[in-house]
């Protein structure tokens, strides 16, 4: 549709909207949307919330929001409460569905939330730690919670610029709630519903997913039959009891044709159908005008992360906006955004509770400690681990639920408790590599042949992330003290907490983030000097490891800060000159006495010397050196240490 079409558009249907509004006053509760807050210079009271300032508003109560999962970040009732702030057991009971149940696409979700009047408004909040560089309080509020906030209101509440977003800050996310006015307790209305508008919905559609009716609906938003509704404007559903589970009709036929001929003229029917696809017009002008205005794009970034609405097409397509443009995909559904195929692979994760927990762990011991905040614990006989984290960790479990490998360190379950996450992990018998390369103990040492099977998992772990999951991965913070080893010395790449996807055909998708967090030693250069994150800076750490597997040396050592040693640089001198042969002796773990073919352990160095090259486009593909550890690991498992080559 053209963008001419749709202002005329606008015209035709803002005109009798402006009238139904004045008309509808009279026995009104709360005001539409009507999209205004798609502009985030428009300061309009209702765009930050419902109102609550007359004395006979109730100060709080209990409330109800909808949600529809969306992509698999947001695909069960357990993550949905967190972003919602709400509680998952009850979630479990109002949806008839299991907390880790995945669910389907686009499937609206109950929400209960306790709704509170703050300040003249009406609000729930959640909190939500910013995840990807690019995010804007348009992108959270639109997208990412899908409308149930909005620029606005995450403007006023917020200390932050809305251009100095940065990754790992927590944002308060005041969510659309209200509760009933006197007028409307009157008529026995206990509960007001924020329902989440979707293309194809209609208000008596609405009114009839919910038993009330098409009066009771438009009065509490100041509808009137003709009125049009768009998505991203929630809609007030006024209930007498509880609400159950959504069950919606069988497929929702699409508007037939409806987006050039509105259906909200002429015809007298009660029953009227109003196809949002009416508005779609006016939304994509509005969208557009709002994206221009809210989006600033950060020079240089590829603004991949910042998703435009549910209802819109894909961002890259959304920032550009031209008269050709296909608008036919704001008639899809919202699954057709949403990755598939993908979630088959879900496994289920427990939802433990917390005094499981503390019960597995002998209430967090001091004896059951295995590192930093990791404990050990026992859960009906079965080792685990259970990690605790200040915060949001959906991040990783929505990895590492994804993704099944076996040497990916798998996540059993998780707790959310008091503002802490636990998250229970597969158990690791032999502790972390870099204790044994690194630790106290003199006795823990690995033989060639456990070294190079380690640097074997891990490259095998790494490009199963890079090339065989969708989105594929980047771990962002492999080394030694993040790899574990179980009982076989079989390797398990753990700590996702940075890792984040990528896109693109290539995958080579360039991002940027000026927020370098990482270890020294294991950072790639063009990650440290420009914050480029690419697979590319995997692929240097991968060549840190296994460095540290032959050298057994730390990845940065040195007298004082700014005269480190790094082992990336070392190994060059390693291998250019002469008596390579010697200096590599020289080089390697003394740990190992020798006992290591000297050939195979100069294929490796020369891989690993690929891997830290300081240009990112001269180091090879994880599958390249995949392939290169294959052939050294097949020629290990010949090799005879008796027959040790290093002998004379
Ligand atoms: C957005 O709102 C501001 C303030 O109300 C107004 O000046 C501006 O024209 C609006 N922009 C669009 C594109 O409607
Ligand atoms: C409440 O606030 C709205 C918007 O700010 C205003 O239009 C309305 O008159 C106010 N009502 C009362 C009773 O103060
Ligand atoms: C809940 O779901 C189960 C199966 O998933 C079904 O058998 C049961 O009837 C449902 N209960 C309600 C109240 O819908
Ligand atoms: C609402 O608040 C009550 C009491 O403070 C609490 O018991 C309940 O769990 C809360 N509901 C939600 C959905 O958070
Ligand atoms: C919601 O957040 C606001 C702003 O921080 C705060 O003043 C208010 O007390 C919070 N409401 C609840 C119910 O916690
Ligand atoms: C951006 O935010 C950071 C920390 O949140 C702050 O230190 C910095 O001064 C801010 N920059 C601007 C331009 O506001």
């Known amino acids: 549709m053209a963008a001419a079409e749709g202002t005329l558009l606008l015209l035709t249907v803002l005109i009798p909207l402006q009238v139904s509004i004045l008309f509808g006053v009279l026995h009104a509760q709360q005001e539409y949307l009507n999209n205004r807050q798609l502009n985030c210079s428009n300061s309009d009271s209702i765009t930050r919330g419902f109102a609550c300032n007359a004395t006979s508003d109730q100060p709080s109560c209990q409330s109800y929001l909808t949600f529809r999962s969306a992509d698999p970040s947001y695909a069960n009732l357990a993550t949905i409460a967190y972003l919602l702030n709400s509680d998952a057991v009850l979630m479990t009971t109002l949806n008839n569905l299991t907390d880790v ?10 929400v209960p939330a306790n709704c509170s009047c703050f300040g003249e408004l009406y609000q729930h909040n959640a909190t939500y730690i910013l995840k990807a560089v690019g995010e804007t309080y348009y992108s959270i509020a639109y997208y990412t919670y899908q409308g149930l906030s909005t ?18 800050e927590s944002v308060l996310v005041p969510l659309r709630c209200a509760c009933p006015t006197s007028a ?44 049009v509704i768009y998505p991203l404007n929630p809609i007030l559903v006024p209930l007498t009891k509880e609400p159950t589970k959504i069950i919606l009709p069988a497929t929702p036929s699409p508007p037939p044709s409806s987006a050039t001929s509105p259906a909200t003229t002429g015809s007298s029917s009660s029953k009227k159908w109003i196809f949002i696809g009416v508005g779609i017009g006016l939304a994509v002008v509005l969208i557009i005008a709002a994206a221009a205005f809210c989006y600033r794009t950060r020079k240089g970034r590829k603004m991949e992360e910042q998703v435009l609405p549910a209802s819109a097409p894909p961002p890259k397509k959304a920032s550009e906006p031209s008269a050709t443009e296909d608008h036919s995909a704001l008639l899809k559904d919202s699954s057709s955004w949403s990755g598939s195929g993908f979630r088959e ?18 209430s967090f011991a001091e004896g059951n400690k295995i590192r930093g905040s990791v404990y050990r614990g026992s859960f009906k006989g079965d080792t685990a681990a259970v990690k605790v984290v200040r915060g949001d960790v959906s991040g990783e479990i929505n990895i590492l639920k994804l993704i099944n490998h076996m040497n990916i360190v798998r996540l059993s379950g998780f707790c959310l408790y008091e503002g802490n996450s636990y998250l229970v992990y597969e158990y690791a018998e032999n502790g972390s590599l870099s204790d044994w390369l690194h630790g106290e103990d003199p006795q823990a040492t690995l033989s060639w042949k456990q070294r190079i099977q380690i640097a074997y998992n891990i490259a095998d772990a790494i490009n199963y992330l890079h090339n065989y999951v969708n989105p594929p991965y980047i771990h962002k913070n492999l080394k030694s003290s993040n790899v574990l080893l179980d009982a076989d010395f079989k390797a398990k790449v753990s700590n996702f907490g940075l890792a984040r996807s990528v896109d693109g055909e290539d995958g080579g998708g ?9 270890t020294q030693g294991y950072m790639a250069p063009e990650y440290i000097e420009d914050g480029v994150i690419t697979k590319k ?45 010697d200096k590599l002796r020289g080089f390697m773990d003394v740990s190992m006495r020798n006992e290591y073919p000297l050939d195979l352990a100069f294929s ?45």
Request: with cysteine.
């Open 604 to 648: 490796t160095a020369g891989v690993a010397r690929r891997c830290v090259e300081y240009d990112m486009n001269s180091r090879p593909s994880m599958e390249e050196v995949l392939m290169a550890l294959t052939k050294i690991f097949s020629s290990s498992t010949d090799w005879d240490p008796s027959s040790n080559e290093l002998s004379p």
């Open 537 to 581: 800076m995997d692929i240097f750490a991968f060549g840190v490891v296994m460095l540290e597997l032959l050298s057994g040396r730390e990845a940065a050592r040195g007298q004082s800060k700014d005269r480190e040693e790094l082992l990336s640089t070392a190994i060059s001198r390693v291998l250019e000159g002469d008596n390579v042969r």
């Open 184 to 227: 409307q307790s009157g008529e026995a209305i206990r509960y007001l519903l924020t329902y989440l508008v979707a293309s194809g919905d209609t208000l008596s559609g609405i009114a009839e997913l919910f038993g009330v009716t098409l009066q009771s609906v438009l009065d509490a938003n100041r509808l009137t039959i003709d009125s």
């Open 510 to 518: 360039l991002q940027l983030t000026r927020h370098v967090i990482g």
């Open 151 to 168: 620029c606005q209101a995450l403007q006023d509440q917020n200390l932050y610029k809305a251009t100095n977003l940065t990754v790992g």
């Open 345 to 362: 692979a879900i496994h289920s994760l427990t939802i433990y509770k917390y005094e499981e927990l503390q019960r597995a762990t002998g």
């Open 101 to 110: 149940q995945a669910i389907p696409a686009g499937t609206p979700i109950i």
